[in-house]
């Protein structure tokens, strides 16, 4: 390779700004995820005949059940509305967790850090 050609490597002030720039991002990325923790989704099935609570962090809070559905002979319409609001708990809570990690990520995406990939 001639000299002065090849691969040019970044300057120490560079380096050190994308550093900080990925420092702060890990940051933001942190209290997100904790703040995630403490959001709450409300979400219910069969019309509100089961009710959900669920954090960002996937845990569920509460469970309601209206007793009019708690009918002892037809326990399986029971059990198919707790399935499926437990599955809308954990689909709403993903998508939030989904948005609000990528509203923090979108700068990498976009560009906010140059050269780093």
Do not use: C, W, Y
Request: cysteine-free; glycine content about 12%; charged content about 20%.
């Amino acid at each position: 390779m001639a000299k002065g050609k090849g691969m040019r490597l970044p300057t120490m002030g560079a380096t050190s700004g994308k550093v900080a720039q990925l420092q702060k991002l890990q940051q933001e990325l942190t209290a997100t995820q904790e703040a995630l923790g403490n959001e709450v989704l409300q979400v219910s099935a069969g019309g509100g005949a089961v009710q959900i609570a669920i954090t960002g962090h996937l845990r569920i809070q509460s469970l309601t059940i209206d007793r009019e559905v708690v009918n002892p002979d037809d326990v399986e319409m029971l059990q198919d509305l707790i399935v499926a609001a437990i599955n809308e708990a954990i689909e709403k809570a993903q998508e939030m967790v989904s948005q609000r990690m990528g509203q923090v990520t979108a700068g990498l995406l976009q560009g906010g850090l140059p050269g780093l990939f």
